[in-house]
């Protein structure tokens, strides 16, 4: 007997080099940084500001995908998981699955950004 593996989510092994650019274009479109998107990847995910910018520019070159990005994080941010909010039609806080939250936690970020929110009300007092 066969034995049967689940299938992945296709965004888990979509590379994060397809989808970073597009969180940047977001954000600027709307008179944001490129530099706010990476102080918000730096919060989620710890990596530090110099070490995320090598370690980014190097999960782009090497086209990471978004389970390998997040599984290979410094250390995610323990205040993530007071994210709350709608994106893609799914309340955040109600997805059981771990990469999937990652990545919704990452877009409902941006999304914030996107709409003006000052960082602080972003991420949180420092």
Request: net charge negative; aromatic share 8%; glycine share 6%.
């Amino acid at each position: 007997m066969a034995a049967t593996s689940e299938k992945k989510n296709p965004i888990y092994t979509m590379p994060v080099a397809k989808v970073y650019p597009l969180y940047v274009n977001k954000a600027e479109k709307k008179g944001r940084t490129r530099a706010e998107v990476d102080e918000i990847t730096h919060w989620l995910t710890g990596y530090g500001d110099a070490q995320l910018q090598a370690q980014l520019q190097a999960q782009l070159d090497a086209e990471t995908d978004f389970e390998t990005f997040f599984a290979d994080a410094p250390q995610m941010n323990a205040d993530r998981s007071l994210i709350t909010g709608v994106v893609c039609g799914v309340r955040v806080e109600e997805i059981e699955e771990d990469t999937m939250r990652e990545i919704r936690y990452l877009d409902k970020l941006i999304d914030e950004l996107a709409k003006g929110k000052a960082m602080d009300r972003i991420l949180g007092p420092s």
